[in-house]
């Protein structure tokens, strides 16, 4: 299925219209430059739920003949004025859920391919209510090669709620986690383009059941991958081989390494040396798990590549807003950035609500792995989840799964400028408005 919109750049305060378009407004009284470099920004969407279903367990009112989204940004985008300007996106229905954590989606190295999990099922027709969203099982690979025109190409089914996927640097193989799979957390699948091989699946030892698997990413190398056990508030890292019959095998590489309370994911910095991991310090003790969480944080792992026993360590630890749910890292691995969900995403008439989140920026030191917090930053936006920087670094991009109005209940990514000496962000005014439920970005540089 195709979709082709126009993006409208301009000054002021833009009407946006209850047509699946694509609107990008800027809203300060002056323009901030923003020159997002790379090839391609993507996002995705999941129209299903308003994000107050977590707390009060109501989808919300359906949006007619709005679906879950993927949306495909082409880059740069360069605007310095309010001259008008148009460009054209591509778009296409695939099915996901903000319910997994913000790693449903991602994209092979050449950028001609992308994957998509299936966390939960699309919602029935009838169904009002949080719990009533069925299952899902799917893992789904698209063809970028016309960006314009994304096409799904290849389904397998990899188990009861996938969680979240990563390929690796070989574009070959991808990781999937599952959480209602006793016996099979990890799953490996052998992917050629778009076509999927046989799947894989593998048990990592875990503590307290379901859920204690959420985030997985590969290092640099492609010989090993990071993997955060949630409910034992650690970092496990896993080698894996290949025999000569084609078939994988893995294995704990070193010991976990504890962390902060509930670790969700993490990147490795480019040379592999470290791993920085993101946690959002929920638990049995905190007011409804998560809504009264107090602020998360980062940590700095240094990792280990070489030797019999590897040792694997902490080296830092720094505070982030509450509930850092997401997390992006910079082409160069100096700047990593934390969007804050704070209690956005509580219903309206709820106390507790904050109306507004919020982003924190941070620098990695490369040789020490220190890291460092340069500031904390208003977001007017609904349960931030994902986030991007551009291929230099000098701009981010951050996704609100709605904005805090009163009329049209759409989606939004919201573009910042990093400025340097000392690292901040400023705020360009630039946004762009797509499928309500965005939780994900990524970019293909």
Known sequence: MRMRYQLLFALGLLAISAMSGVTVAQTLDRAVPLDFQGRYLISLSDADMLPSAYVDGQLGERQTGVEDTLTVFPLPIALRNSSAQS?????????????AWPFSLTVAPNGRSAFVIETSEPAPATATQF??????RRLRSLDLNDPMNPQVVDTIEVGNRPEAVDINPQGDLLLVTTSLEPGKQIHLVPVNGTKFGQLQSFQVPVQNGAGAITGVRWHPSGRFFAVALTNQDAIAFYQVNRSNDGRYQIQLWGEPVSVSQFPVGGYFTPDGQFFVTNSVHWGEEVDDFFVGAPPGSLTSIRFVAEGNMPQHRVVSTVQTGISPEGMAMSRDGRLIATPNMIRSYVP????RLT????????????????????????????????????????N?????????DLTERRGTIHFFRVQSNPPRLEPTGFKASV?????????IP
Do not use: K, M
């Open 435 to 443: 499928v309500r439920g965005v939780h994900q970005l990524v970019l």
């Open 87 to 99: 460009l054209t996106v591509g778009q296409v229905n695939v099915s996901n859920a903000v319910t």
């Open 355 to 394: 109306p507004y989140s919020s982003i924190s920026l941070f620098t990695l030191d490369p040789v020490t792995g220190q890291l460092q917090t340069a500031g904390e930053y208003p977001l007017p936006g609904i349960l931030p989840q994902g986030i991007a920087f551009d291929a230099n670094g000098q």
């Open 131 to 136: 719990d009533e969203l069925p299952v899902g």
């Open 348 to 351: 309206w008439d709820d106390p």
């Open 396 to 404: 981010l991009a951050v996704t609100s799964a709605i904005d805090f």
